[in-house]
């Protein structure tokens, strides 16, 4: 269908009433477009702000009102809930621009997508808002007609506000980290051991199935309680104050990952455990497994260990019946079989900022220039940004960009410590201003990424669909 004096992105058309609703390519931006349908005269406006008219249509704004009327309109564009479907996977985009690509993955394959996953401390490194996060991924799904379904992710939440925050508009997941509330290094022996949980757990064996069994010793019990206890207590207020009385319809994860204490087993039981007998219902629980699963990289540790306590792990799932979380999931590839196959393929894992690196190369690949300004800058911004994160980052091993041709440039993705430096700085990157308040590099890569969108879709397609491919969607 041709409408004169529009670039249409085809999969986007939908009817409402007697008229057309389409997303049109302005070049250095999209618009909303509404105009009239077969054998109408003229548009009709169902709700979208801000309006012109042109060549006898509508047009609009991508702004928060109008995702909002986008989502009323056609519900296909409104987040839902997944996580009790049996493998899902969380594609955080930083930037606002990735999910055409992720779009690409998520048709080929029975995987539930969550689109839309940011965590507040990814939001204050970016500029974003909640409310940009699962605009672009509306505005992206209506744009190539994805109707299976996506959900929203506020990903990793630690306070009653930003909880709130992200339920309140809609999202349809809250991942809830209990990092603050987990406590490492405590002697057990200092741990009081209450009678209710000598009487739970105590001289007892837990047959949870597929042969395995467990017990606590006294000294286990007491370690437990005092990783977890608090962290305990903080999950179940959590969950009473917003979840328990339905009124905000979302899953519930419990991310115990995110800290120093690698989660036993047993203590994995222990939480879980507990966690249902205070009567909290939850889809997912990420636990911190051995080894190391650092940002953008491989898993660093022993195979071998991970595979025989994962296979514990995926058992205690199923006896429960939840499934397990993967966090920082980023080019595990080396764990993704024996996740998947330990999992029975019942999973959730999560990547981010491998999305963000995709983009990177594609910038190092059509740009040179303009990558190797970012990646001089990163060097410099490297000590600020590993405040923020856990990296084994050896800046000693990065190739210097200069003495590499541009064949050889995209190439420097390849090398774990060049992923981690572009990785870990990638909000300096875009934040960064110049003396007159002009941004140095978001602009000038955005305006980039928008005239290489295809190649970015293509990108996100190969890298993502690897991913899936391992874990044997």
Same mark, same amino acid.
């Given at each position: 269908m041709q409408y004169v004096g529009f670039d249409v992105y085809e999969k986007s058309i939908q009817k409402v009433g007697t008229s057309v609703v389409f997303m049109?390519?302005?070049?250095?931006?999209?618009?909303?477009?509404?105009?009239?349908?077969?054998?109408?005269?003229?548009?009709?406006?169902?709700?979208?702000? !801000?309006?012109?008219?042109?060549?006898?249509?509508?047009?609009?704004?991508?702004?928060?009102?109008n995702a909002q009327t986008l989502r009323k309109l056609f519900p296909f564009t409104a987040p839902t809930r997944g996580l009790r479907k049996d493998q899902s996977f969380g594609v955080g985009d930083r930037l606002g621009i990735a999910t055409p690509g992720h779009i690409r993955v998520f048709e080929k394959n029975d995987v539930f997508p969550i689109f839309a996953q940011q965590s507040i401390r990814e939001l204050n490194l970016t500029n974003r808002t909640y409310e940009d996060v699962l605009d672009a991924a509306s505005f992206a799904v209506f744009r190539e007609g994805f109707t299976k379904g996506f959900g929203?992710? @506020?990903?990793?939440?630690?306070?009653?506000?930003?909880? !709130?925050?992200?339920?309140?508009?809609?999202?349809?997941?809250?991942?809830?980290?209990?990092?603050?509330?987990?406590k490492n290094g405590i002697p057990e022996e200092n741990t009081p051991l209450p009678q209710k949980y000598q009487e739970a757990y105590l001289d007892k064996t837990f047959d949870i199935g597929e042969g395995i069994t467990l017990s606590f010793s006294e000294a286990e019990l007491r370690q437990s309680i005092a990783i977890y206890g608090e962290a305990l207590d903080f999950a179940v207020d959590?969950?009473?104050?917003?979840?328990?009385?339905?009124?905000?319809?979302?899953?519930?994860?419990?991310?115990?990952?995110?800290?120093?204490?690698?989660?036993?087993?047993?203590?994995?039981?222990?939480?879980?455990?507990?966690?249902?007998?205070?009567?909290?219902?939850?889809a997912t629980i990420a636990p911190r497994f051995c080894g190391e699963f650092q940002k953008g990289i491989d898993y660093i540790g022993?195979?071998?260990?991970?595979?025989?306590?994962?296979?514990?792990?995926?058992?205690?799932?199923?006896?429960?019946?939840?499934?397990?979380?993967?966090?920082?999931?980023?080019?595990?590839?080396?764990?993704?079989?024996?996740? @998947?196959?330990?999992?029975?393929?019942?999973?959730?894992?999560?990547?981010?900022?491998?999305?963000?690196l995709e983009a990177m190369r594609v910038v190092a690949q059509?740009?040179?220039?303009?990558?190797?300004?970012?990646?001089?800058?990163?060097?410099?911004?490297?000590?600020?940004?590993?405040?923020y994160y856990h990296v084994t980052t050896d800046l000693s091993k990065i190739p210097d960009v200069d003495s590499l041709s541009e064949e050889e440039l995209p190439l420097i993705f390849e090398n774990n410590d060049s992923r981690q430096l572009i990785h870990i700085t990638y909000g300096l990157i875009l934040s960064k201003k110049n003396p007159d308040g002009s941004y140095t590099f978001r602009d000038k890569l955005y305006t980039l990424w928008r005239k290489q969108y295809v190649e970015y879709a293509k990108a996100l397609e190969k890298h993502i669909g690897k991913h899936l491919a391992l874990l044997g969607v």
């Amino acid at each position: 269908m041709q409408y004169v004096g529009f670039d249409v992105y085809e999969k986007s058309i939908q009817k409402v009433g007697t008229s057309v609703v389409f997303m049109a390519n302005e070049g250095e931006h999209d618009l909303i477009v509404v105009a009239p349908g077969e054998g109408a005269e003229d548009a009709s406006n169902p709700g979208f702000t !801000e309006t012109e008219q042109r060549e006898g249509a509508i047009t609009a704004p991508l702004n928060h009102s109008n995702a909002q009327t986008l989502r009323k309109l056609f519900p296909f564009t409104a987040p839902t809930r997944g996580l009790r479907k049996d493998q899902s996977f969380g594609v955080g985009d930083r930037l606002g621009i990735a999910t055409p690509g992720h779009i690409r993955v998520f048709e080929k394959n029975d995987v539930f997508p969550i689109f839309a996953q940011q965590s507040i401390r990814e939001l204050n490194l970016t500029n974003r808002t909640y409310e940009d996060v699962l605009d672009a991924a509306s505005f992206a799904v209506f744009r190539e007609g994805f109707t299976k379904g996506f959900g929203a992710d @506020g990903d990793h939440l630690k306070t009653v506000k930003d909880v !709130e925050y992200a339920l309140s508009l809609g999202f349809t997941m809250i991942t809830l980290d209990c990092s603050d509330h987990i406590k490492n290094g405590i002697p057990e022996e200092n741990t009081p051991l209450p009678q209710k949980y000598q009487e739970a757990y105590l001289d007892k064996t837990f047959d949870i199935g597929e042969g395995i069994t467990l017990s606590f010793s006294e000294a286990e019990l007491r370690q437990s309680i005092a990783i977890y206890g608090e962290a305990l207590d903080f999950a179940v207020d959590m969950y009473r104050r917003f979840l328990a009385d339905g009124t905000y319809n979302a899953d519930f994860e419990i991310s115990i990952d995110e800290t120093a204490s690698i989660t036993t087993p047993l203590q994995h039981f222990f939480v879980a455990r507990e966690l249902i007998q205070a009567g909290v219902s939850f889809a997912t629980i990420a636990p911190r497994f051995c080894g190391e699963f650092q940002k953008g990289i491989d898993y660093i540790g022993d195979l071998a260990q991970f595979e025989k306590e994962i296979q514990v792990h995926a058992v205690i799932a199923r006896h429960f019946g939840y499934k397990l979380s993967i966090h920082s999931g980023s080019d595990k590839f080396s764990v993704f079989p024996i996740i @998947g196959r330990e999992t029975r393929g019942v999973f959730h894992v999560k990547t981010a900022g491998t999305n963000w690196l995709e983009a990177m190369r594609v910038v190092a690949q059509t740009d040179p220039a303009l990558y190797r300004e970012v990646h001089c800058y990163a060097l410099v911004a490297f000590d600020e940004a590993s405040k923020y994160y856990h990296v084994t980052t050896d800046l000693s091993k990065i190739p210097d960009v200069d003495s590499l041709s541009e064949e050889e440039l995209p190439l420097i993705f390849e090398n774990n410590d060049s992923r981690q430096l572009i990785h870990i700085t990638y909000g300096l990157i875009l934040s960064k201003k110049n003396p007159d308040g002009s941004y140095t590099f978001r602009d000038k890569l955005y305006t980039l990424w928008r005239k290489q969108y295809v190649e970015y879709a293509k990108a996100l397609e190969k890298h993502i669909g690897k991913h899936l491919a391992l874990l044997g969607v």
